[in-house]
């Protein structure tokens, strides 16, 4: 989910000084119009332990008129609060209509540390998040205006960080107790964190994450976003209505995605790639037979650019893994059937039985890729699809598969390479035809489509495996490595569940 | 929950037969045009055990096509099912576009018994339901047209059934062992399935309570209704949008209502009277005082007519709780504060301390009463209230709470009896104002409104009791027992809850 939030976003100072009056003004602006409307501006501030929430909270503060504004931050309860239901506390800190209240803990918090810290079991963890969206939904229906950011850094340099406040005899009593806690943490926090954003990203008050490393593009990325917001708000003729497109809003023209900061300079010799490709191979062979025996499913998904390798990679797993206990399923058109049914029905009927390692060639994720590009699904369709996708893959997954998605990334270049060879090579031909040049022009349609599929899908219990496959063998090679590793992950937890 | 579908509704023979011969060829029609339209039709049948479900099921297949119909029921799972993960059994079974699939027994089926013998903790059935509302919404979304029929028979109807089911050599075979189980568990059943109505009638797809006792009202009423919203969902133009409007369709014109069923005829004598009421309140005085001690905090909200003797009953309480621990609270328009925030801001405020007696002289239910039947809510603000206050009791309970709901009965002749007294004596004129004119005029609509909110918010974890007060004494009488019974009730929790 964060891998978007990791391509060292930056701002350089001009570009922020060039702004940063003007953003200032609008920002005092929209806050005066959004008074005289109907609705109340609730901000979270959500973030790992040392995210600089802080840092952004009071820059939101400096920014913005305090007259309108409250902030609040929720530590340990108080005696009053714990005499009182949960919720009591923030309740009562909710802002008026007109008003701004930016809360730098909030109803999220202190039920993602317990999960972290494992105090609370996932169906209380879940049942806590089902409370937070009757919540939300309920303000958001009754005018209010819900921004939601999770700022997020990467575990290295959260580390860095981190052990640079501690060693300094300055910072170090910034560090407290529960932080150092929380850092040991680290995984489980960001596990839990992920799960809570999923179950509670809707389209009412969605989540927004943001890259916190750099200061400036943090915090104007953050003004940005809120400006836009606020004006929406106060611009409606009517107050009541749900303010449903809030996204990040970038401060500069520059677009990052996941796709482009992939590293596409792999290379293997034939000799390597000989040697671990027989080492692999075998291992799966056996692997997949321990897992018949063990009745652990494996699903595999491949999705990719046209002539990224899709077809290759699936062969050199399905020579290791024997034909009884595998299939390979290939995602075309529809039939009649299916298209008299919920698209995710053609899927859920080939659900195979247990032990067994089913490969899709292409799959569901069809309805965010072509379907939303082509226009064959519509707006609402397409955007609902992720939150049924991720529904439907954790189905899979509590019942004990194991799912792994594999998206095999090309650039532009070598893919007209791959089709003028394939136009050449006569046994080559039937590989290449009209509509590959077509989806060849929508090449930064897809990009996109990809970057937020890869955020919104990549699940801890279901994650996405890019691929760099401009070189055919260490793509390869990277996709055997990651079935065998997760596979024998599979077959411990099953091991360790028989025990049980 | 269930109270409304136990008043005893019939429909004689007369009207059936003028109807049935026309209801079926309607059906038939509406079911021809359905299969041109674009949606798939999901009917659920529930019940709780022997509710006649079977008999409805056969009915529907008699009077529909069954080429465009499907009927499933699913008992134990079996191997090929057990292999996969939970829903793939109703994947499988979910009917295509054009096509009805009638559901004997369905996703709600197992979970509910399951939390009904006590295998499953609440919070994982509260998860399943959370399952079944991203699945149904989907559907819906899809364009599907869920209606889903619970057939109520009352306890003691039920157990009379029973008994003879059970006595007849012809029909002792039908009663299965889980039968047994099931009836001898018929209170943690119907809890069970309380909770799973509740949390899952949304207006995407919403329950409907049919009273099951008598057969030909039974038929009727779920043919009418499927008649309707067959004609609906085929009639509209845009194939994908959602049937919002899905209610019961009556059979006949005579309306039953709670309150109307009440039976008003309540007498007690002065000497009686005098006795119990010193009884109650000297009792009432000491629980309130251990409650104090153990932190177990009551909430009393009275709701009624006008000139129900609300102030009367709050009056007689007030004798016995001590000042220090208690508290009135009237509710009358919100002030300017309360009006800027969310409905129940105002309310969330006033949560009291944990140990004391609160008592709201009416409360947030003005919500769903005057504010519905004056306008002063819209259509989507009142409708949503049900499920905002059931969520907010349900904090309020989960907290500890012990929270007691009452609704004064008088009929529309005793209340022009005090309206007119009250004009009399001049010492009570100040309690008769020109709105409680106004109010009377809307009496009907009253009616409606509170027999939807009883039906509504009646729950497991706070009941509503609805009192027949035209004699004041009873009424008084009444009010005090449940309150003693309810805080000995809560006393009893929260000692095993310090042992546990």
């Known amino acids: 989910m964060f891998e978007a939030a990791e391509l060292g976003r930056k701002l350089d100072k001009k570009t922020y000084k060039n702004r940063i009056n003007s953003l200032r003004a609008e920002l005092l602006q929209a806050q005066f119009a959004l008074a005289n409307s109907n609705r109340p501006v609730i901000i979270l501030v959500g973030g790992a332990d040392n995210s600089s929430k802080g840092e952004l909270v009071n820059k939101l503060n400096e920014w913005l008129d305090t007259r309108g504004l409250e902030v609040h931050a929720f530590g340990q309860k108080t005696d009053e609060e714990s005499e009182r239901p949960r919720f009591w506390r923030y309740w009562r800190c909710l802002p008026a209509k007109g008003r701004i209240g930016i809360f730098s803990s909030s109803w999220y918090t202190g039920t993602i540390y317990q999960r972290a810290f494992g105090t609370i079991s996932k169906s209380k963890f879940d049942r806590h998040m089902r409370r937070i969206n009757s919540l939300e939904t309920m303000l958001v229906k009754d005018g209010a205006l819900i921004l939601k950011f999770w700022l997020h850094m990467s575990k290295s340099h959260q580390k860095a960080q981190f052990k640079a406040l501690e060693k300094d005899p300055d910072s170090r009593w910034i560090v407290s107790p529960l932080d150092k806690k929380l850092h040991k943490n680290y995984d489980d926090h960001i596990k839990a964190a992920e799960r809570a954003i999923r179950l509670t990203d809707n389209a009412t008050a969605p989540w927004l994450i943001i890259e916190a490393e750099d200061e400036a593009y943090r915090d104007m990325t953050v003004g940005e976003t809120v400006l836009a917001a606020l004006q929406q708000a106060s611009s409606k003729a009517t107050t009541k209505e749900e ?238 490595q990651t079935v065998c590793d997760s596979l024998e992950q599979a077959l411990e937890r099953r091991k360790k569940e028989n025990k049980g």
């Open 243 to 480: 303010i449903t497109s809030l996204a990040i809003k970038e401060p500069s023209a520059e677009q990052k995605s996941i796709l482009n900061e992939l590293n596409l300079d792999q290379a293997l010799s034939k000799p390597d790639y000989e040697a671990q490709l027989q080492r692999l191979q075998k291992k799966l062979t056996r692997l997949s037979w321990e897992a018949y025996h063990q009745k652990v499913t494996t699903v595999l998904v491949f999705e990719g650019w046209d002539a990224s390798g899709k077809g290759g990679a699936i062969r050199r797993i399905m020579q290791a893994v024997d034909a009884r206990i595998s299939r390979v399923i290939s995602i075309a058109a529809p039939t009649d059937e299916e298209r008299a049914h919920h698209y995710l029905w053609r899927f859920w009927r080939h659900i195979p039985k247990a032990g067994k390692v089913i490969i899709y060639d292409r799959s569901w994720y069809g309805r965010v890729l072509v379907e939303r590009v082509e226009g064959f699904a519509n707006d609402d369709e397409w955007r609902r699809a992720y939150l049924e996708i991720n529904d439907f893959e954790e189905q899979l997954c509590d019942h004990g598969l194991n799912l792994q998605k594999f998206w095999l990334h090309i650039d532009k270049d070598e893919q007209l390479d791959r089709f003028n060879e394939r136009q050449e090579i006569e046994y080559k031909q039937h590989k290449i035809t009209d509509e590959d040049w077509r989806n060849r022009e929508r090449w930064d349609d897809y990009v996109g489509a990809v970057n937020d599929m890869v955020v919104k899908t990549s699940t801890d219990y279901a994650p996405w495996t890019l691929v760099p496959a401009n070189d055919k063998k260490s793509a390869r090679i990277k996709v055997l």
